[in-house]
Structures are given as C-alpha cells and as structure tokens.
T-cell receptor
C-alpha cells in the first residue's frame, strides 16, 4: 500500500517568516494530494489540494508544489501569522479497485511566534 | 461548518460496553469515511462506504463495524470497548465518483472516553 512520510514533526517560525512542510509518498499511482489544518480538538480542514497533472497551486499565502518524479510534495506558507499555528497533515490518494483510501502523514505541529 | 454532522459530540462509557457513532454526510456526497485519532496521533483510516456499500477497509479492528444506510448516513459500531479505544472518531464525506478522487470534508468528531 501507500506510505506517506511527513517532515518535520514540529516547526517553530517567527511571525512573518515562511514555513515549509514536506511529504513523500511511495505509490507512483497516487494522484491526489490534499493538505489539512487541524486546530486542537477541532476537525481537520482542507486548506489546499493538488492533483498529479499540476506542478504547483497557490491560494493567497499558501502554496503546494508537487514533484512526481521524486514523489514528494510540499506545503509553503508565507508571511506566517499566529493564527497559522496548528497541526498540518498531508495525504495521498488514488482511485483503485479496492476503494479510495486516503493515506495521511503523521502531522507537523506549527507554532508561529509573535 | 463543513456540512458533515456527527453525533454524539462526547461519549463516556465503560470497558466492555458497546457504542454507536453516527454520521450524516454533506448533501449529495455518496462516500463516507471513518477515521480514528488517538491523543497526539495522526489520522488512522478505518473504513470507507460508497453509496451504501463497503468500498475500502483500513486498520479497523474486528470489534468495530460500520454501515451506510439508504439515506447515506453512516454508523460506526464499537463493541467490547477497551481503554485504548479512547480517541476522537471523525467521519468525512466526499462526492466520490467511481473513477475520480475528490476532496474530503470532515465532521466535528465524536470524542470517546472509555473508563
């Protein structure tokens, strides 16, 4: 099956700096890669996603890049703000005969220091 | 608000007991997923249903079972509960088509505490 690894597990940045979180996946057939933000005790919320036919996608201060050859994708947050502090999860998915399972990374706890 | 609802919000029960968690997907979504999230852990996929049928199975224990009803709501049944089953249980729904992957939207979760 798919294996998604996420790094770093914790990340602290100064307000205004950029934050980068990286994920690697093992199944070259995976074709959908979402990122979720989860605040303590709350639901994971989709913040951005990318499909395998696209190399980069941006939404205001958030961007995701995908390198299919190397099988890794990254989340970039620019001009970080204290409200960006949360746990971020990456995931990989594909449609297969046995269903459509999402494989999640282990999460990155981001702290933005004011 | 994602449009996915889960009940109850909190559940406290004793070891050996059985509980049922309920999920209503977003309007029009055919696919429902169940996840377990233990303290400071990631999201462990349990099971997926699509339009009433089991579609994919993850790390779901034999003591756990689920189903999706004709109105598309889903229930997760946990039996012979153990202390280690204490966790947040999330349901997510997706407008999953048979041949394409779409985004998941998570419900608010049910916090289960087994004492």
């Amino acid at each position: 099956g798919e294996n998604v690894e996420q790094h770093p597990s914790t990340l602290s940045v100064q307000e205004g700096d950029s934050a980068v979180i990286k994920c690697t996946y093992s199944d070259s057939a995976s074709n959908y890669f979402p990122w979720y933000k989860q605040e303590l005790g709350k639901r994971p919320q989709l913040i951005i996603d990318i499909r395998s036919n696209v190399g980069e996608k941006k939404d205001q201060r958030i961007a995701v890049t995908l390198n299919k050859t190397a099988k890794h994708f990254s989340l970039h947050i620019t001009e970080t703000q204290p409200e960006d502090s949360a746990v971020y999860f990456c995931a990989a998915s594909r449609v297969r005969d046995t269903g459509n399972q999402f494989y999640f990374g282990t999460g990155t706890s981001l702290t933005v220091i004011p | 608000d994602s449009g996915v609802t889960q009940t109850p919000k909190h559940l406290i029960t004793a070891t050996g007991q059985r509980v049922t968690l309920r999920c209503s997907p977003r309007s029009g979504d055919l696919s429902v997923y169940w996840y377990q999230q233990s303290l400071d852990q990631g999201l462990q996929f349990l099971i997926q249903y699509y339009n009433g049928e089991e579609r994919a199975k993850g790390n779901i224990l034999e003591r756990f079972s689920a189903q999706q009803f004709p109105d598309l709501h889903s229930e997760l049944n946990l039996s012979s509960l153990e202390l280690g089953d204490s966790a947040l249980y999330f349901c997510a729904s997706s407008p999953q088509a048979w041949d394409e992957t779409y985004e998941q939207y998570f419900g608010p979760g049910t916090r289960l505490t087994v004492t």
